[in-house]
């Protein structure tokens, strides 16, 4: 039998690193076992789906390079869950609810005043025909519940072991609305079942669901997939991850500069026992990924170590790799071999193509000492010896030397106090530009 994994995003917003880890493991751990990678869009939810997020999901998962072997969209398989609608009610596993929101909500507040757990009492259960009657004369219509059976669910857990739920302390869950409309629970086992998923892992959020899910596949008369629950990812605090510690979503990342496999390389080991190192390619990471390796502690997600990791890949990057992803018309090998050491986020490309270039304003401070440098600047076409032999000819000749030499000449060629290597820049910035820059000139 093929292993089977599957990543489910509702389509109502832009992924965001949480989701990038659950489909990079997902993913990872499908190669890893030979396997399948189905990319499932949970769309059931009319109002809040949208096309262009589900688009953008397709799109970022691509960009970090997780391929799917399948596509399904839940918005295509509502004959599917209608036909297991049925199958559940002709068997007795749900049953009519006709309480109102406020309803519910009263006899919520009632137990808890008594310090009763607020689960759903079944008292729909006991309904006579009569009385259903009498509800739906009202132009009440039904929720449906699924009769969960009130026994310990458990099963030997991929990441936390041996999961035992007591589904005794759950209410019965609603899987479809008055509306008709099927919630999550449904839809989601009748995929797995259907897409003959052999892995389902997610988040710990999902833990109670799982149980609930192992009630439903048996309900169906399928077999229970195995499961992995991922513990969420936090803030750098150990809160949970807010905006307030930078973009999270994958697009504002593309955005910002940082390279799919900084996040690949990262997510795949944040939480596990293995040191996180940069991998510039999934290979490398699909080398090392073992499920095993996750602990049941939460991981915490750094934008900071991100970027740190981001940095180590560029400065390593070969021409050839980095090519495809700048967008600077005249890039050239030895211009990327001067500037990749000096750069965080591809992004930071822009200023040092714009010195090399484009067209500058020079910082001078010291226009006569520039004059002076000026006359020295070797003759003829410049290249990597020449900033040594020219710097070695001023110290020399008007008596500067360090930083007092340095800066100036470095601010008036590239506007900035850091940068590259000033031997491997000044030749790309060339004679006629220096010459120019150094009298003062924007050019
Ligand atoms: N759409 C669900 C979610 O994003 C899928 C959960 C699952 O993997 O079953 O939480």
Known sequence: MTAKFRFAPSPTGYLHVGNARL???????????????????????????????ANAIQEDLSWLGLVWDELKKQSDRSEQYNAAFDKLKAEGKLYACYETGEELEYKRKRQLARKLPPVYDRSALKLTDEQKAAYEAEGRKP????????????????????????????????????????????????????????????????????????????????????????????????????????????????????????????????????NVTVMSRLDAVLDSFDITHFSRAAAKFDPAELRNLNAKLLHEMPWEE?????????????????????????????????????????????????????????????????????????????????????MPLRLALTGQSHGPEMAKILPLIGREKALKRLSGQAA
Not at 41 to 47: G, I, K, P, V
């Open 23 to 53: 489909a990079l493991i997902n993913w990872l751990y499908a190669r890893k076992m030979g396997g399948q990678f189905v990319l499932r869009l949970d769309d059931t939810d009319a109002e809040r789906s949208t096309e262009e997020y």
């Open 143 to 274: 929720h449906w519940r699924f009769l969960l059976d009130q026994e310990v669910v458990s099963w030997d857990d991929h990441v936390r072991g041996k999961v035992e739920v007591d589904c005794a302390s759950m209410s019965d869950p609603v899987l479809i609305r008055s509306d008709g409309r099927p919630l999550y629970h449904l839809p989601s086992v009748v995929d797995d079942i259907d897409f003959a998923i052999t892995h389902v892992i997610r988040g710990e959020d999902h833990v109670s669901n799982t149980a609930l899910h192992i009630q439903l596949f048996k309900a169906l008369g399928a077999e229970v997939p195995a499961f992995a629950h991922i513990p969420l990812l936090m803030g750098p605090d150990g809160g949970p991850l807010s905006k307030r510690e930078g973009s999270q979503s994958l697009r504002e990342m593309r955005e910002g500069g940082i390279d799919p496999m900084s996040i690949n390389s990262l997510l795949a080991r944040l939480g596990t026992s293995d």
């Open 322 to 406: 980095a090519q495809g992803k700048i967008d600077l018309p005249d890039g050239s090998e030895d211009f990327w071999t001067a500037i990749r050491g000096n750069l965080s986020v591809i992004t930071d490309a822009r200023l040092w193509h714009q010195v090399v270039y484009g067209s500058i304003e020079p910082v001078v401070e010291d226009q006569e000492f520039l004059n002076a440098a000026s006359e020295l600047l070797p003759e003829g076409h410049l290249d990597t010896e020449s900033w040594k032999i020219w710097t070695t000819e001023i110290k020399d000749r008007l008596g500067v030397k360090g930083k007092a030499l340095f």
